[in-house]
């Protein structure tokens, strides 16, 4: 197989069947993360601070006219603590994630970020769409890395699905992040109601467009408490072919095996580190909180401490033949082989 595509043969692929031809691709896409990135799996633990949202997104349990949710935000020295942990734990990474909520001040959570950065972290950020000033006046506190998802790459599939910002915006915030010096990430959603193949594959060329330091590609999973209740969830299959098609497409790009796609699929992770993906992302989250931060319904590993997801994260590594990286998983800047 060739290593570079265009939509054609990306949408080609996306609706391939074939079981021998799919086990090809995996293996064309796994032999990719090899070459570019290397064997090891970075961890970046997850600490989900808040669930408060302003925004109304159709697909989210987290969506601000979601009444029936318990809402919750974690104070600042219960942050640090989960950080903590994660450096006993020996994740180099932690990765902050929220709604996006208003309730902390930008002064805070760049105090937040700085004190994180001196027990030898490297912090992630992923709040939302920022202003330009707010994402630089994190970046100058410590913060390293920063995910803004986009979802779809379809601008009115986009506007549909959330509609209190546009494609436009998005890319914006993105094209930001990349000229602060963040590395930057982003990802997309398989199955969305009304998504279409070729939507895929546009999210796919998006990606490498953007210059992507990290992708992040999971399926959509319907939540009982919003206007998408009703609909079906996306493919295991499609995520896979969609992270092995990426894979070989940007080649040297972070891809995590998400949590979503293991809740669908109980091997799912291990079947995406086996077709590209090269990271993977427990949960530090305190035991409380993790149930009440439902983007999605039925997310594995809620009920499980952090040593716990910890030691399971090792030994599904390992399982596959594979070892845990020690260093935080830098994007690799080298000569891309065609």
């Given amino acids: 197989m060739r290593l570079l595509m265009d939509k054609k043969e990306i949408i080609t692929w996306l609706h391939e069947s074939s079981p021998g031809a799919l086990s090809r691709l995996f293996k064309d896409a796994d032999a990719c993360r090899h070459r570019c990135v290397g064997d090891c799996v970075h961890v970046r633990g997850i600490i989900e601070f808040s669930n408060y949202c302003s925004k109304n997104c159709l697909y989210c349990g987290l969506r601000r006219s979601n009444s029936r949710i318990h809402r919750y935000r ?3 020295p ?3 603590a989960c950080a903590e942990q994660a450096k006993k734990l020996r994740i180099p990474t932690v990765v902050l994630q929220s709604g996006e909520d208003p309730g902390y001040s930008i002064k805070d959570l760049c105090i937040l970020a700085a004190k994180i950065k001196k027990l030898g972290l490297t912090v992630t950020v992923s709040i939302g769409e920022r202003s330009f ?7 100058e506190a410590g913060a390293d890395r920063y995910l803004l998802r986009f979802e779809t790459s379809n601008a009115l599939l986009y506007r549909r699905l959330k509609p209190d910002s546009s494609l436009k915006k998005r890319i914006t915030c993105i094209e930001n992040l990349k000229q602060l010096g963040y590395e930057t990430g982003s990802g997309s959603m398989i199955g969305l109601p009304g998504q279409s193949i070729g939507n895929i ?3 796919i060329l998006l990606f490498a467009e953007l210059g992507l330091d990290m992708i992040g590609i999971g399926p959509f999973i319907p939540h009982p408490d919003t206007p998408l209740s009703k609909a079906g969830k996306g493919s295991s299959e499609m995520v896979l072919k969609a992270v092995a098609l990426t894979r070989l497409v940007t080649k040297n790009t972070n891809i995590p095996a998400t949590t979503a796609l293991g809740t669908i699929d109980a091997k799912g992770r291990q079947k995406a580190l086996c077709c590209g993906a090269n990271v993977i992302m427990p949960n530090l989250t305190p035991r409380e909180y993790r149930v009440l931060y439902q983007i ?4 594995i590993c809620i009920s499980e401490d952090s040593i716990k997801c910890r030691q399971c994260i090792e030994t599904m590594v390992t399982g596959i033949g594979r070892k845990i990286a020690r260093g935080p998983g830098n994007r690799r800047v080298q000569r891309i082989v065609k």
Avoid at 296 to 299: E, L, T, V, W
């Fill in 74 to 76: 974690l104070s600042l």
């Fill in 201 to 203: 594959a546009s999210d």
């Fill in 133 to 139: 000033l707010d994402y630089r006046r994190l970046k």
């Fill in 78 to 80: 219960e942050i640090y």
């Fill in 296 to 299: 999605y319904p039925d997310k």
